[in-house]
């Protein structure tokens, strides 16, 4: 128990040394720039954490981070790599703020759950496909599910700028594309005057749910079983190509909640530039890197994703308070994405030669138990 | 146990940051309040400084308005740039205007919901968006301009030209999102160019980004494989496609921004927008203590928006004779612009 702690303890040191060097290096761009790092990192923290709205704001952008990134730990868990979390949430989205508009007078403790599974249901649909195309035909999932974001994207643009377009934007020649507001019945609770919504306590407790469903329930053990190693599980009888389309299958619906919560808590419409990013904010990339720096385990996501949204977050108000070029932010957000997932190589290592030690002793133990007694 | 040690270190270091940054800051703002207070405007932007398009035309202006002011004495200015995503950019403006400035800018029409929403929560702060022309009176907000520019202006005049100047008599049009100033521009263009030759062929290609400068350049190629030998675009991912005209010797009219440093062997000219026109009004006013209500629109009979013709690019003269003949007529009434939608 006391060496698994500590076990614990390094596997975080990796990550956070990792940041950190990412962080120096970007105090280097900093100083180039001709701005103060230490300035410029003052107001990246006093953004993040400074006051309660500060707070406020990076919970509400760690709340997509971790639905997408509970999803992955359940992919990732049994081996199936998701990179289609923005197409999951854009689909889940779309038919969440649908059912919502198109009945706008039911109670909100109805529309709400109801919203919620219709998204659930349409980002597992979503990421269902790649899984029976990998599945049944062996098609690479890395590739479908980068090409069923495209094709998401395409269905928003065409929705959002024709049959669900606001009518007032409808008539306007600006056209935003962008859906009319829901009824105020259906947005999710706040916590006055922040933006904080109920989705970020969702996002918690799914994320304990998550943790039971992969170590403590048959299904959960039957995904990893199928992610260690595939071969074993189908000579003891697990059918593989099920858990696996179901690993995607789930992975999809978390994006898919994850889109209907932006909605529902944080614009109360759907709003997009055109592209996939200017909807999900990047979560459907970014809930990757918060699944991997949790160590893809759901309750490691709940940190990881806190501080990766106090990232975003403090560094837009980085880039308020000091004025630093947004591709500087961008290159930021880059560097600790790179070294954190780098480093994931380097802990492996450790691990492995750590477990290579200990088997070593256990078998010199091993021998010298079974040795003879001389004399 | 090495480890554990390194990781307390670092926690101190990073602990020591925020002692340190706090410390610093509260030394630095002091002498700040202690100096005459400047007219202080923020301003929001969905894409970079230097985009060469819609971002760039504001900060532009912003720049000559400090000048023309008095310098940072007397205005300051900051920006938030490439804030495309909307919650972000709510996030942003929001926190200007508790910061207290004078102006809050939300450069792009797709902010209109947010600032709907944030604006009454500070009835002393003045806010403006654009483009547009819903200054949200009829909602009961009073603190609220709104900007527009009539880019179906100067895009009849780039057709006119691009009409004279094409031989094949087919034109290529890149745009972003069939939305805002990028729609006028692009229907006062076709407009423009059907006016001089009924005979010639307008392609429009809306590639559904403002961003994707990769596609823009797709656009363009198949516009040129398709027999245009003029094309022109407009909002920030034209850059793309200004590169294949460049590579094609195909001809480019630009809009928002002077974009002849792109590609000054073919870029024709381009309507450039001087949002001075609309901000200088709405500083007067705000120092007047009117915060919001106005509508202001750049034209090409205000100053605006302008015609510059790329001084290194070889414009036979009866074509330039042609626009400003053109320029003229707007100005004067003769010849309407006519746009779908509004």
């Not at chain 1, 760690?62 to 923005?86: D, H, K, S, W, Y």
Request: with cysteine; charged share 15%; net charge neutral.
């Amino acid at each position: 128990m006391k060496t698994q702690w500590r076990e614990r303890i390094t596997d975080l040191f990796y990550p956070l040394a990792a940041a950190s060097l990412a962080f120096v290096l970007g105090a280097v761009v900093l100083a180039l720039l001709g701005v103060s790092p230490l300035d410029a990192y003052a107001a990246l923290l006093k953004g993040a954490f400074g006051s309660r709205n500060a707070f406020a704001e990076t919970l509400v952008k760690a709340t997509p981070l971790l639905l997408v990134g509970l999803g992955i730990c359940i992919a990732f868990r049994g081996q199936v790599i998701n990179i289609g979390g923005e197409g999951q949430m854009i689909v889940g989205a779309l038919l969440a703020t649908a059912l919502g508009l198109a009945f706008p007078d039911w109670p909100g403790w109805v529309m709400i759950p109801l919203a919620m599974l219709v998204a659930m249901f349409g980002g597992a649909v979503w990421g269902g496909i790649p899984g029976v195309l990998k599945a049944y035909y062996n098609v690479n999932e890395i590739l479908s599910t980068i090409m069923m974001n495209a094709i998401a994207v395409q269905l928003m643009n065409y929705l959002l700028r024709g049959p669900m377009i606001d009518p007032v934007q409808a008539q306007r020649a600006s056209q935003i594309p962008q859906t009319a507001a829901l009824s105020a019945a259906y947005r999710l609770p706040r916590w006055v005057p922040t933006r904080l919504h109920l989705g970020a306590l969702i996002a918690v407790v799914l994320a304990l749910l998550v943790y039971f469903l992969l170590w403590r329930t048959g299904w959960g053990y039957r995904i990893r079983a199928v992610g260690y190693n595939p071969h074993a599980s189908r000579y003891a009888g697990i059918p593989v190509k099920r858990y696996t389309v179901l690993a995607l299958v789930l992975s999809g619906a978390f994006a898919g909640l994850a889109g209907m919560i932006q909605v529902y808590g944080v614009n109360y419409r759907m709003i997009t530039d055109g592209s996939a990013t200017g909807f999900t904010g990047g979560a459907g990339f970014n809930g990757i890197v918060a699944a991997l720096l949790g160590q893809l385990h759901p309750l490691g996501t709940i940190p990881a994703s806190v501080l990766f949204g106090a990232l975003l977050v403090g560094a837009n108000a980085m880039q308020r308070a000091v004025q630093v070029p947004s591709a500087l932010v961008t290159a930021l957000n880059g560097l600790v994405v790179v070294f954190v997932v780098s480093s994931e190589y380097f802990r492996r290592r450790a691990q492995k030669r750590r477990l290579l030690r200990a088997t070593e002793r256990a078998a010199a133990q091993a021998v010298r138990e079974a040795s003879p007694p001389r004399g | 146990m090495r480890r554990s040690i390194l990781l307390l270190l670092v926690l101190a270091l990073a602990a020591g940051l925020v002692a340190c940054g706090g410390g610093q800051e509260a030394a630095t703002q002091a002498p700040a309040e202690e100096a005459a207070k400047p007219f202080r405007i923020a301003v929001v932007m969905p894409s970079a400084i230097n985009d060469m398009a819609f971002s760039q035309s504001m900060y532009d202006a912003l720049v000559k308005l400090q000048k023309e002011m008095g310098g940072p004495e007397k205005m300051e200015f900051v920006y938030s740039e490439n804030m495309y995503v909307v919650d972000d950019a709510a996030a942003a403006i929001r926190d200007y205007a508790s910061q207290g400035y004078d102006l809050v800018i939300a450069h792009g029409s797709q902010y209109g919901s947010s600032l709907q929403e944030i604006a009454p929560d500070f009835p002393e702060t003045s806010f403006a968006w654009g483009t547009t022309v819903d200054t949200f009176k009829e909602q009961g907000i009073h603190n609220v301009f709104a900007y527009e520019a009539r880019a179906e202006q100067g895009g009849y005049v780039n057709g006119v030209m691009a009409a004279l100047l094409s031989k094949s008599g087919v034109i290529g049009v890149v745009g972003p999102i069939e939305t805002g100033d990028a729609k006028l521009y692009i229907d006062g263009f076709k407009t423009g160019v059907l006016a001089t030759n009924p005979d010639a062929q307008v392609n429009i290609n809306y590639i559904g980004s403002f961003s994707d400068v990769a596609l823009a350049a797709e656009a363009a190629k198949t516009h040129i494989e398709a027999g245009a030998d003029v094309l022109t675009g407009t909002a920030q991912m034209v850059v793309g496609a200004i590169g294949v005209a460049k590579d094609n010797g195909v001809l480019w009219f630009g809009t928002q921004a002077d974009q002849s440093s792109l590609a000054p062997e073919i870029v024709v000219a381009n309507q450039v927008y001087d949002w001075t026109v609309a901000l200088k009004p709405m500083v007067e006013n705000i120092q007047k203590g009117v915060l919001g209500g106005e509508a202001y629109s750049l034209t090409l009979a205000n100053g605006g928006l302008t015609i510059q013709y790329n001084p290194q690019f070889d414009l036979p003269e009866d074509v330039k004779a042609a626009a400003e003949q053109t320029i003229q007529g707007i100005i004067d009434g003769s010849i309407q612009v006519p746009v779908g939608g509004e």
